[in-house]
């Protein structure tokens, strides 16, 4: 069973509107909200904790935070034992 409580915090008063969040998900976690020009975290489930997203928002918009003790997060790892 995959247990995801991965939690992915987007504060939306820091966003700016730049999609660097949205552009460096290489995956589907991030949508773009064209009207809002926001992103939306929509499938949190994905996310394979890379932090580029973290990384690239200059404005401290996004925090990744991994659930550690995650069946999920614990297959990444096993795979380079
Ligand atoms: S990188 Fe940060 S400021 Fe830019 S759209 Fe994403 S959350 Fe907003
Ligand atoms: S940590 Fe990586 S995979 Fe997860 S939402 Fe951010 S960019 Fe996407």
Same mark, same amino acid.
């Given at each position: 069973?995959?247990?995801?409580?991965?939690?992915?915090?987007? =504060?939306?008063?820091? @966003?700016?509107? !730049? $999609?660097?969040?949205? /552009?460096?998900?290489? #995956?589907? +976690?991030?949508?773009?909200? %064209?009207?809002?020009?926001?992103?939306?975290?929509?499938?949190?489930? =994905?996310?394979?904790? @890379?932090?580029? !997203? $973290?990384?690239?928002? /200059?404005?401290?918009? #996004?925090? +990744?935070?991994?659930?550690? %003790?995650?069946?999920?997060?614990?297959?990444?790892?096993?795979?380079?034992?």
């Amino acid at each position: 069973m995959i247990n995801t409580k991965h939690v992915i915090k987007y =504060d939306p008063d820091k @966003c700016v509107g !730049c $999609q660097q969040c949205y /552009k460096a998900c290489f #995956v589907d +976690v991030i949508r773009w909200d %064209a009207e809002a020009k926001k992103p939306i975290f929509k499938y949190v489930e =994905d996310c394979e904790h @890379c932090f580029y !997203c $973290q990384f690239v928002c /200059k404005k401290g918009a #996004v925090t +990744v935070k991994p659930n550690y %003790a995650s069946e999920h997060l614990m297959q990444s790892f096993e795979q380079y034992k």
